[in-house]
């Protein structure tokens, strides 16, 4: 992507991919001409025309980039890139050029997606692969998808978890504790997370400090994974 935008000489290039519409509306909305140049940019449009987003990482043009900062500065702007920054860029005829993602992308700017990125994992063929997996969190600590084990069904586990319950369809970090005849399902436990003895959780976020973050029904609906 850089290499790209370097050699097409561009002020931006910002990242985008294609999804299903009727979540378009949730994003920063898209649209290029037969250049690949961008035409339109709308944040969280209530009706979308496109069904392009903005992945939300860009390249710019350092010395242009300040520019706009500059101009931006002492305005009532909202010191957001894609509310202030592309469109301003954008009015004044930029040569802003879009890079499709065409690996893997998931946006977890919420909770309920971040849940929902942590469910693809765990299926039986995951969004992306266990070996490519970030670990920023005690990356010593292998991790491996277990389908189908004494107390464990279909789910992803750092190499120290250690469960005297049943979990299923869920991911646990590395240090997660569940206890005796604890049930969890379609939870992510983050590290160090604790599960009482006899505790029933599921689709739910369970934080280091044991505060369980509930899903919404939508979110947690399988049709809304997309």
Partial sequence: MIRRHRADRAALTLSYQRIERRYVHLFGMVEFDDTGSLTKFVEKPA??????????????????LHRYLEML???SWQHDVSRDVIPAMLRAGE????????????????????HLAHRGLVRERPTMPIDQLPRTVRPEIPVR???????????????????DGFIE??????????GRDAVVRDCVLLPGAHVPDGARLESAIILED?????????????????
Avoid: H, K, N
């Fill in 169 to 178: 369809d869920s991911t646990a970090f590395a240090g997660v504790r569940v």
């Fill in 47 to 64: 009706e979308p025309t496109s069904d392009l987003i903005f992945a939300a990482f860009c390249v710019f043009d350092a010395a242009i």
């Fill in 210 to 226: 044991g505060t369980v973050q509930q899903m919404s029904p939508i979110a947690s609906a399988p049709e809304a994974v997309r």
């Fill in 73 to 75: 500065d002492g305005t």
């Fill in 145 to 163: 998808r277990v389908g189908y084990a004494d107390g464990v069904v279909s789910s992803l586990l750092a190499a120290d978890v250690a469960s």
């Fill in 95 to 114: 040569r802003i050029l879009g890079y499709e993602v065409e690996g893997y992308w998931e946006d977890i700017g919420t909770v309920d997606r971040f």
